[in-house]
């Protein structure tokens, strides 16, 4: 098992309607928020392999995943250079505050044959809304070892979830690779995958007053 979980990163410019107000964020409230998980489908994270952390502060939630890697090359089988992981979050934040996600932090570990390729994407939306924001990280061999990847959403452009009503947070990611121009005869494999836990994709989170 991969000692690895993914980095790639993403963000939500367009998940919901916008709170109608100016975008401005607020110190994260003082009561806790939860974090239940509704859903979980996909070929990366089977039920019991994804878990949601949410920070003490407020600040933030860890998605960690027991289970997720795609490989290609000797070995692999032919479905594996795809895998994918649906999660449905139930987000209940205090009354009277709405959050907006506004930065990842995806880490993870990759090895690539020179000419082989691989790469992590993501969207986001809200339950009933269409919007959605998909961001995409490529990678190239050879390589071999950690990467990390980082995006951040500017305030003006934050989508905020809708105040007071219930909508889960869907988040979609997928990891692919492919051995390209390389000759075939090694595996590849990219992987958002932790057997001990010690690396987990970061959702950063603003808060705004309704």
């Known amino acids: ?52 952390l949410p920070a003490q502060d407020n600040t933030a939630f860890t998605v960690l995943y027991s289970e997720y890697a795609a490989q290609a090359g000797k070995g692999a089988a032919p479905d594996e250079f795809r895998r994918n992981c649906q999660l449905a979050l139930n987000v209940r934040v205090p009354s009277g505050y709405t959050y907006a996600i506004a930065k990842t932090d995806f880490r993870g570990f990759m090895r690539l044959a020179p000419g082989a390729w691989a790469y992590e994407q993501a969207n ?12 995409r990280h490529n990678f190239g061999g050879p390589a071999d070892g950690d990467w990390q990847a980082t995006d951040l ?49 970061i959702y950063h989170l603003a808060w705004k007053k309704c």
Do not use: H
């Open 1 to 52: 098992m991969f000692q690895a979980l993914t980095a790639g990163v993403l963000f939500l410019s367009s998940l919901a309607s916008p709170v109608t107000s100016p975008a401005k964020a607020s110190p994260p409230p003082n009561d806790k928020m939860t974090i239940a998980v509704v859903g979980v489908n996909g070929s990366g994270c089977a039920p019991g392999t994804a878990t949601v």
């Open 124 to 135: 986001y939306y809200f339950q009933g809304y269409s919007q959605t924001v998909r961001a």
């Open 153 to 201: 959403v500017g305030l003006e452009s934050y989508s905020w979830a809708p105040c007071g009503e219930k909508r889960y947070l869907n988040i979609n990611t997928e990891l692919r690779v492919g051995t390209g121009s390389s000759n075939g005869q090694t595996l590849n494999m990219i992987a958002m995958d932790s057997t001990d836990t010690s690396l987990s994709t």
